[in-house]
């Protein structure tokens, strides 16, 4: 399945969705029509409510979501059931995750550290193969597919980066890096905006990244459940195309089978001794090619207001923003 969460275009709050092809499902509208009892369609709410209980509440979306396909146009009910159906154009598609606990970005393509740090005269330093490293990022800072990325006042190196997260469905501490499937909700596609010229000199000081990442982070469009991934895992990991274009031009191209830490190791690392909570999200960090800073600004200047990025992961979808 791939869940989003959603709101009829300008209507405030958000609700949990599934998407199917061009249209969303309306989950706990649809369990409604189908007779499911008010204690259990709370679950369906919103994604929030869903990771309460991931197991449980997947299994109930996963029913009600068959249940509504195999009913004839000619039932009852049927005409209530489409009603529940609602066109993507008709809607807008929020974070998946509208306020996760936390945001862990790790660093786990080989690649991409090599080539931005060669491009700052600098070696990859041995502790980086002997485990995997992240930062935290901003939970407030969350963007949707569709929405305007504003240009901080502060930053004349704008920058996307191109990464797959997942997200944490359950309770989890000192999770076995085989067993990181049995805590894991689903993946998605992020985008960890960043500022370069500020994160440069931040880090200097020997902390960050920080502020040249705190001020947006988009996420989306669907959280997509491991099931459907799993014609293209390839032991630990996925054969997924990965692609950043700006204005239309492609500018970056990987796979995330590319990582050379699994995001089992990366789940390991990070629930060492504290807990991971049901919303997470852990990303991957930049795949190799998938940022302007790795590319270079001859291949392309930093980002502008006007610029439109989508990056684009196979199964997961495309995830647009412009810079206003």
């Known amino acids: 399945m791939r869940f989003v969460s959603f709101a009829r275009a300008g209507a405030p709050g958000h609700a949990l969705g599934v998407l199917d092809g061009d249209s969303v499902l309306h989950v706990a509208n649809a369990a409604a029509v189908l007779g499911v009892p008010d204690a259990e369609r709370a679950a369906l709410a919103t994604m929030e409510t869903l990771l309460v209980d991931w197991d449980r509440g997947r299994a109930l979306a996963r029913t009600v979501v068959e249940r509504a396909a195999a009913f004839p146009p000619g039932e009852r009910v049927a005409p209530l059931l489409a009603r529940t159906k609602i066109p993507v154009q008709a809607l807008t598609l929020h974070p998946p995750v509208a306020h996760p606990p936390s945001i862990r970005d790790f660093y786990a393509f080989e690649g991409h550290v090599k080539t931005a740090r ?10 980086w193969y002997e485990f995997p490293v992240f930062y935290f990022s901003n939970p407030g800072a969350l963007v949707g597919p569709g929405a305007p990325v504003p240009k901080p006042s502060f930053t004349e190196a704008l920058d996307y980066e191109l990464e797959i997260a997942c997200v944490i469905g359950k309770r989890a501490r000192n999770v076995a890096p085989d067993a990181w499937r049995e805590v894991v ?13 500020v994160q440069r000199r931040e880090m200097a000081v ?56 699994t995001f089992g190791q990366m789940i390991a690392r990070a629930s060492e001794d504290v807990y991971l909570f049901p919303g997470d999200v852990i990303g991957s960090g930049t795949v190799g090619t998938g940022c302007i800073l790795e590319l270079g600004t001859d291949v392309h200047r930093w980002l502008l207001p006007g610029d439109e990025v989508t990056l684009e992961i196979d199964l997961l979808g495309s995830l647009t923003n412009t810079i206003t």
């Not at 060669?118 to 041995?126: E, F, K, N, W």
């Not at 909700?185 to 010229?197: E, K, M, P, Y």
């Not at 705190?214 to 997924?240: C, H, I, M």
């Open 118 to 127: 060669s491009r700052r005269g600098l070696a990859v330093p041995p502790e």
């Open 206 to 261: 020997g902390l960050g990244p920080a502020k040249g990442k705190d001020f947006a982070t988009s996420l989306g469009p669907a959280v997509v459940t491991l099931d459907e991934l799993e014609s293209r895992r390839r032991g630990e990991r996925f054969d997924l195309a990965m692609e950043a274009r700006v204005n239309g031009g492609v500018l970056s191209r990987g796979n995330v089978s590319d990582l050379h830490w």
């Open 185 to 197: 909700a689903g993946f998605t596609i992020l985008n960890d905006w960043s500022a370069r010229d």
